[in-house]
C-alpha cells in the first residue's frame, strides 16, 4: 500500500492523567496558560475529522467559550499558502461543538489541518491553533485501503484509568495509519456511570477518572453532552482523532441499554421513563459531537453510505432508530423488522448502484448471534433454527436481493457482542437457501467489559470458523479480550484480508477473500 508518511504522534502524557483518579476537565486536558489568562477562545477537546471522502471532510471542534471556527488547510506541515475556511460562530446552543465542511480537496492526498478559534467580538484574538490530518481517499485503485473498527467505550464501569495508559487501543490502531476509522456504535454508555474504583477478581483496584456527568444514568441534554466529553479526556483518543478520520453509528448505548422507539422504562434509575425523550436529547448531543454528514439533513439520519474510492463503498447501517419493538421475534410476518422499510429500500438500491469492488455493510449488530433483552431478543437471530421469523425475513430479503442482483463483494462488519469472532454464512447449513455464502466479522469492546460467545442461530447457516471470549461475564481490560479489527484492501490484486486483533496489535486470526465473486 503507498500510504503517506503522517507526522510523528504527540507523546502520551500519562503521568499527569494518574496523579488523581477523579479529575475535573479543566484539570485532565488543562490549556496553554497564557491564552487561558488572556481570555482566548481555546481546543482542550482537540479535533477530529469524519466522512472524509475523495474532495471532500469534516472536521469538528469544541471551545470554552464562544467563539468563531475558522479552519486552514495545507499540503505540508508548514502550512505555507495555506486555503482558509470560515465555520460556523460556536455557542452553547451546540454546547461550544461545530463542524465546518471542507470541499474541493485533492483526492488521495493527506491534508493538513488546523483549527482556530477567534472571539467572535475581535476576530484579531485567536487561541493556539489546533492541528490534525487525514487523507482523502483515492480516485486510483492502485492506492490500496486500510481501514479498521471496532466499538463499545467506556461501558460497564470500565472508563479512563491512567494506570493501565487509557484508552491504549487507540494507539496500536492508530500505528496501522489507517485512512479511516469505523466506529460500530456504544460510542458512549449514556447508561453506564462511572464510580472512582472499581475492585478486580485479583484484589487489585481500577481506578476511573470520573467526571460529574458519568455519575448517574444520562437523562437531560447536559449529561449526554457530558458522556461524549468524557472520552475526550483520554490522550490516546485525542491524538488518534487528530490523525485518523472516523465513520461513525451508533447502536443502544447512546441512549439506554437494548432500547426501541416507543419504549417506556421501568428502570427506577430514570425519572424520565419516555424513550423517544431521551433518545431525542441523546441524538442531539451525538450530532453535536460527531461530524456526521447526514445528521444536517431534515431527517437528521445516521444511515448512509461513503463511497472510498474505486475499491470501497462503506453502507453504514442503523439498526437501532426504526426498529419494531423488541419481541421474541417469533411473528411469520415483519414488515417494520430491524431497519424499517424506507431503510431497508434505501440499502438495496444502493448495493445495486454500487460499482465498488467491495461492498462493506457496517451493521452495528450482528446477524447470526443471538442477542437477548431479557425473554425477548436484541438483535436479529431469535434462537429457532428454523425458517426465518421475525426479524429475520427483512434479512433474508436482503440477502435474496443480493444473491439475484449477483452484487459482488459483499462482507458485513460489526460489534455489540464485546468478543472477537468470524462467521461465514452458507446455504448449504441453512434453513434459508436463498442467498450466496457471506463473512461476518466481529470486533470489540474498545474499552469495556468483555463477556463469553453468544449462541448462534442456524437460519442463515453461520459456521464460526474463529472466536476469542472470555467464560465469565464482564471481564476488566486489565483481564484482556479487548478487541478491534483491520480491513487490509491490496491496490493491484484487490484482495480483501481481514485481521481481528487483541488491544495491543497481536493478530489473532487472518482470511483473505477473493474479488468479483458472488458469495466466498
Not at 433474508?396 to 469472532?421: M, N, P, Q, Y
Amino acid at each position: 500500500m503507498s500510504h503517506r508518511p503522517l507526522p510523528g504522534r504527540r507523546s502520551v502524557l500519562r503521568g499527569s492523567l494518574a496523579a488523581s483518579a477523579a479529575l475535573s476537565l479543566p484539570a485532565a486536558l488543562g490549556a496553554a496558560p497564557a491564552f487561558a489568562r488572556s481570555g482566548r477562545p481555546t481546543a482542550r477537546w482537540g479535533v477530529q475529522a469524519g466522512d472524509v471522502s475523495r474532495d471532500s471532510g469534516l472536521v469538528w471542534v469544541r471551545s470554552d467559550r464562544p467563539a468563531r471556527m475558522i479552519v486552514e488547510t495545507s499540503a505540508t506541515e508548514s502550512f505555507s499558502n495555506p486555503r482558509r475556511w470560515h465555520g460556523p460562530l460556536l455557542g452553547p446552543g451546540t454546547d461550544f461543538t461545530g463542524t465546518t465542511r471542507l470541499h474541493g480537496l485533492p483526492p488521495g492526498e493527506q491534508i493538513h489541518y488546523r483549527v482556530l478559534l477567534a472571539d467572535p467580538d475581535d476576530p484579531r484574538r485567536s487561541g493556539e491553533p489546533v492541528t490534525g490530518t487525514f487523507r482523502t481517499a483515492s480516485a486510483k485503485r492502485r492506492d490500496g485501503v486500510r481501514f479498521v473498527w471496532s466499538g463499545d467505550l467506556a461501558g460497564q464501569g470500565w472508563g479512563i484509568n491512567p494506570e493501565f495508559g487509557g484508552y491504549r487501543i487507540y494507539d496500536a490502531m492508530g500505528a496501522l495509519d489507517p485512512d479511516f476509522f469505523l466506529c460500530s456504535g456504544d460510542s458512549i454508555y449514556a447508561d453506564g456511570p462511572i464510580t472512582g474504583t472499581v475492585a478486580l477478581p485479583d484484589g487489585r483496584i481500577w481506578r476511573n477518572i470520573t467526571t460529574e456527568e458519568k455519575a448517574k444514568v444520562a437523562e437531560t441534554l447536559a449529561e449526554f453532552r457530558g458522556n461524549f466529553r468524557y472520552n475526550f479526556l483520554d490522550e490516546n483518543l485525542r491524538a488518534f482523532n487528530a490523525r485518523v478520520p472516523s465513520i461513525v453509528q451508533w447502536d443502544d448505548h447512546e441512549v439506554l441499554n437494548n432500547w426501541y422507539p416507543g419504549e417506556i422504562l421501568t428502570d427506577a434509575r430514570y425519572t424520565e421513563k419516555n424513550v423517544d425523550v431521551l433518545a431525542a436529547r441523546a441524538r442531539r448531543a451525538f450530532s453535536e459531537y460527531v461530524p456526521i454528514s447526514t445528521l444536517r439533513r431534515p431527517d437528521g439520519r445516521v444511515y448512509r453510505v461513503r463511497h472510498h474510492g474505486p475499491l470501497l463503498d462503506v453502507f453504514v447501517l442503523d439498526m437501532r432508530t426504526y426498529r419494531n419493538a423488541n419481541s421474541p421475534g417469533d411473528r411469520p410476518a415483519d414488515p417494520q423488522g430491524i431497519l424499517g422499510r424506507e431503510q431497508l429500500e434505501w440499502l438495496k438500491r444502493e448495493l445495486s448502484r454500487s460499482r465498488a469492488v467491495w461492498k462493506v455493510i457496517a451493521a452495528d449488530m450482528p446477524i447470526g448471534l443471538v442477542v437477548p433483552d431479557g425473554a425477548n431478543i436484541d438483535a436479529v437471530a431469535q434462537g429457532d433454527p428454523g425458517r426465518p421469523l421475525g426479524r429475520e425475513l427483512q434479512i433474508a430479503e436482503l440477502l435474496r436481493f443480493v444473491k439475484h442482483r449477483r452484487i459482488t463483494g459483499t462482507v458485513w462488519l460489526t460489534a455489540d457482542v464485546h468478543h472477537t469472532s468470524a462467521q461465514r454464512y452458507q446455504p448449504s447449513r441453512a434453513a434459508f437457501t436463498d442467498f450466496e455464502p457471506f463473512w461476518e466479522f466481529v470486533s470489540g469492546p474498545l474499552n469495556a467489559g468483555a463477556f463469553p460467545a453468544t449462541a448462534l442461530d442456524g437460519t442463515f447457516g453461520p459456521d464460526r470458523v474463529f472466536v476469542k471470549a472470555p467464560t465469565t461475564a464482564n471481564v476488566s481490560p486489565a483481564g484482556g479480550y479487548q478487541f478491534f479489527g483491520e480491513v487490509d484492501i491490496d491496490g493491484h490484486s484487490g484482495e480483501l484480508t481481514v485481521r481481528l486483533r487483541e488491544q495491543d496489535g497481536a493478530v489473532l486470526f487472518t482470511r483473505t477473500l477473493q474479488p468479483g465473486r458472488v458469495g466466498q
